[in-house]
């Protein structure tokens, strides 16, 4: 029973362990016997491996779908909200299967959290949590989505489908530059003035619950979005706000091809590849045509050097020094042919020999 120490797990290894020491009457702990914490840590394994198969199953997985059409999301719900207050609240919708609490915050992360539940030690400075309601039928989610904006305990429900989210980017707002501790209903307050709101989110952190810094606002009406967007600057909290209009990932604006192969500054700046060559280019003349004039200027101090401007491409020559490299080619391709004609005459004269 020495190999049974080093907990080397495969599947129902605990069914053979047992019958294997059932089979040799080995039932005490001593000499090698069956050890408690062993079959403990296999049973553990064991019992993991088949919740990873249980959750990766396909049946699983339709079932969990199915079940999500049937869901109900609630959000800024009031801490002192119970969940026979919710049930209550959605009972006119249809029968309700199940009520769940999630995302309630907790005064620290140290102690276990369902400790902190039980005793309510929530946070001082946030008010909210979230709940998922399980109608039995699929007609019920559409009558609970009705009582979107609806007050519980002095907060406006959000409420949204588990299975597909409605967000209208058209009639919502970017809002950032928030205090951490920004609350939903204060924002409702400070917008209330633009139009009416369907539903406020400030986006929080999944642990702690405190908020990021940013929300959204969708209200009814698209029009009132232009009049959110002049309150951009306004403080709320001792705080400039900063207002956006709500765009999708989908539309955000692409770089060009060309200018991802720059750095970030050139690129923001609208360069490209081709403009840096002409940039070179323009910069390799100007050096040369300083150059020149300085070799001039320190050889010959009587003639000046004769300087005319090219029209193509606007830059500086020194016409003297051009001229003289044109009779040089022209003097190679003249000794060129001279050594081709004696070739030819040479060759003649070979010929006629024979």
Known sequence: MGDTTKCDYEPGCIS???????????HNDHDGGVKSDVVSSLFKKEYQNNAD???????????????????????????????KDLENHFKSCGKIESVRLRSVPIASLEKPKKVLVIKKDFH??????????????????SEALKLNNMELDGFHLRVDSASSKTHQNKSSIFIGNLRFDADEESLRKFFEV?????????????????????????????????????????????????????????????????SKTLNGAAAKKGYTKGTFKDIRSQNGLEAQVKSRKRKSDSNDFSRPAKIKKNQSNGS???????????KRKTAKKLKRKAARELKKIKLGELLSKK
């Open 124 to 141: 001082p400075k946030l008010k909210t949590s979230n709940a998922y309601i399980v109608f039995q039928d699929a007609y019920s989610v």
């Open 194 to 258: 633009c139009g009416e709101i369907n539903y406020v989110r400030v986006v929080r952190d999944k642990y702690t619950r405190m908020g990021k810094g940013f929300a959204y606002i969708n209200f009814k009406d698209s029009s009132s979005v232009d009049l959110a967007l002049t309150m951009d600057g306004q403080e709320f909290c001792n705080r400039p706000l900063r207002i956006n209009r709500s765009i999708s990932k989908s539309k955000k604006v692409k770089k060009p091809e060309s």
């Open 316 to 326: 500086l020559f020194d016409s003297s020094k051009t001229e003289s490299a044109k």
């Open 53 to 83: 198969k249980r959750i990766l199953s396909k049946p699983f997985l339709k079932e969990q779908k199915i079940q999500n059409q049937r869901t109900v999301f609630v959000g800024n719900v009031s801490l002192n909200s119970t969940k």
């Open 16 to 26: 053979k362990f047992l019958t294997r020491n059932s089979a040799s009457g080995n």
